[in-house]
């Protein structure tokens, strides 16, 4: 399969998004370029998250759930 330009596919862990609004997005980071990530949800809209929009973001895993 051809790559989308410059984008970078990951593989599916768990993460948290943190927004700089507090807001917080979990999913798994399909993938991210230079300006932005695409976060897919269960159950919920995939989104398409600017990077500066994300305050930090870490493994879900890390919060012992």
Known sequence: EK???SQT????T??????TD???IRGYIE???KS???VNRQG????LIQKHCIKYL???EELGE
């Open 22 to 24: 507090g807001e917080e």
């Open 14 to 19: 768990p993460m948290v998004v943190v927004l």
């Open 31 to 33: 993938w991210y370029d």
């Open 58 to 60: 870490f493994k879900q």
């Open 9 to 12: 596919r990951l593989p599916k």
């Open 3 to 5: 790559a989308r330009g």
């Open 36 to 38: 932005c990530l695409k």
């Open 44 to 47: 919920a809209p995939n989104l």
